[in-house]
């Protein structure tokens, strides 16, 4: 159910703005109605000169009718990884451009917002300032669903992952996705963890059991369980370590699906074989590794000479798709199942186009997941 609610949740957001009725009694007083506001200007730092209009302006250099605006001298460079929202992005990205109308420079109707990373923003705006249902989608896919009354983020949010299909869901605390009851739900919509996020970064959370998952009036309500078994918190690996977590604490999700065995290729190491039946593309692990920035300088096998060796040394070695920074580095020690065993996407054979290790097919994935 909630797969097919994000699907059509933006005729939705276009059917909103199709019956809107544009004609409002703005006050043009209030500078923060102005569509400048959306890229960090008010009325006096606003430059026309600053911004590149598709259609002409009136007098007094304000948008009048529907059209494009975009911000000089800023580019889109699509990147987006984890969870983001309006808010996030609002504080932490340059916008690009904004399509919508105008009156008088007031946003009126259905507007989109494009930022720098690529993310865009849609909501229907009132005398300035948006109202109802509000939606980010990045690379054609729903990422983000918020509810704005009088331009205030209200409700529930659900912000989903665009690698994999994991959500995060909760009421807003004073427009972030914060709080101490959230709940991110994995790609089964029946794992969960559930407590205390910062802006979309879990603080501390356990496993929770879903019972239960639904949309109404446009956001996601869920019944679970109550919360068991060991915290987690995020915790980023670094250059050359896991980060501050316990590199022995199974992943709750990667635990129902999957287990490391013994290969049965002649030859073979240990393995990951499926314990449950899963569709195609399905997102069955994680891979994990030491984060090495690509202008760090860093070589893994340095100072290796033999072919052989090298191969053996970067055997564990993802390079991430071009739009990111860094890639991830497992030195052959640290996958041994009594060093780490936190994810085992490092135990699915790797290849460049797609690997056969231990009787599972897996590929790496943008977001270090891993498909069956």
């Known amino acids: 159910m909630v ?25 043009r007083s209030k500078s923060h109605e102005y569509f400048y506001t959306k890229f960090a200007d008010d009325e006096l730092s606003y430059d026309p000169a600053n911004y590149s209009f598709s259609r002409g302006l009136l007098q007094d250099s304000l948008p009048e009718g529907k059209g494009i605006i975009t911000r000089s001298k800023t580019w889109v460079w699509p990147k987006c990884s984890g969870f983001t929202s309006w808010t996030d992005s609002e504080r932490s990205v340059k916008l690009h451009s904004v399509e919508g109308g105008w009156e008088s420079g007031v ?23 948006a109202q109802g249902l509000a939606i980010g989608s990045f ?33 807003v605390t004073e427009g972030e996705m914060s709080g101490p009851d959230l709940t991110f739900l994995y790609p089964d919509m029946e794992t969960g963890l559930r407590g205390s996020w910062h802006s979309g970064v879990m603080v501390a959370a356990r496993q929770v059991v879903v019972n239960c998952v639904w949309v109404e009036e446009d956001q996601v309500w869920i019944s679970c369980s109550a919360d068991f078994g060991p915290e987690f918190a995020f915790s980023p690996s670094g250059i050359d370590n896991f980060g501050s977590s316990n590199p ?52 893994p096998a340095e100072g290796i000479e033999k072919e052989d060796d090298i ?21 052959p020690a640290m996958a ?8 085992l996407g490092h135990k699915v054979g790797q290849s460049e186009d797609r690997g056969d290790h231990g009787g599972c097919e897996g590929g790496a994935g943008a977001a270090g997941g891993l498909w069956l």
């Open 311 to 331: 191969f053996e040394r970067l055997s564990y070695n993802i390079h991430m798709p071009e739009d990111e920074d860094f890639f991830l580095d497992l030195p």
């Open 3 to 27: 797969t097919i609610w994000i699907d059509n949740i933006e005729e939705k957001i276009i059917s909103a703005g199709n019956s809107l009725d544009n004609d409002c009694e703005c006050i």
């Open 248 to 299: 022995m604490m199974r992943d709750p999700y990667e635990t129902k699906l999957i287990a490391v065995e013994k290969s049965k290729m002649e030859g073979g190491g240990e393995g990951v074989y499926a314990k449950v039946d899963m569709a195609k593309n399905y997102v069955a692990a994680i891979f994990n590794g030491f984060k090495v920035p690509l202008f760090a300088g860093l070589n």
């Open 336 to 343: 041994d199942l009594k060093v780490y065993c936190a994810s």
């Open 107 to 129: 946003m009126s109707g259905l507007q989109t917002f494009l930022y720098c990373n690529g993310v865009s923003y849609r909501a229907v705006f009132k005398c300035g300032v």
């Open 139 to 171: 690379k054609e896919k729903v990422v983000w669903v918020g509810r704005y009354e009088d331009g205030e983020l209200v409700g529930k949010f659900c912000a989903i992952e665009p690698d994999g299909g994991a959500l995060l869901t909760g009421n």
